[in-house]
């Protein structure tokens, strides 16, 4: 019994693979549709670009100088 259970999970991990891999080679076949593209451009992939850009201020200006051009007293 068991070793029949292990077969059909052999099998069933074989088929997910190979339905896994058919959708990537469709994927790679074709564009993203212009649904896709607007979706991927919704906030949530935003964030990349704001922690980059965030990255970027932190390299040009010190807090110091940061806080000083904010008007900020310490």
């Known amino acids: 019994m ?3 259970a292990k077969t059909n999970e ?5 088929q997910a693979e190979s339905i896994r891999q058919r959708g990537i ?3 790679a076949e074709h564009d993203p549709s212009a649904t896709s593209k607007r979706q991927m451009n919704h906030k949530p992939y935003q964030a990349a ?3 980059r850009e965030q990255g970027e201020q ?3 200006e010190t807090a ?3 806080l000083k051009r904010k008007n900020i007293l310490i």
């Open 2 to 4: 068991l070793r029949k």
């Open 10 to 14: 052999a099998q069933r991990r074989k």
């Open 25 to 27: 080679e469709q994927m």
């Open 49 to 51: 670009v704001l922690i």
């Open 58 to 60: 932190m390299r040009r």
């Open 64 to 66: 110091e100088s940061w």
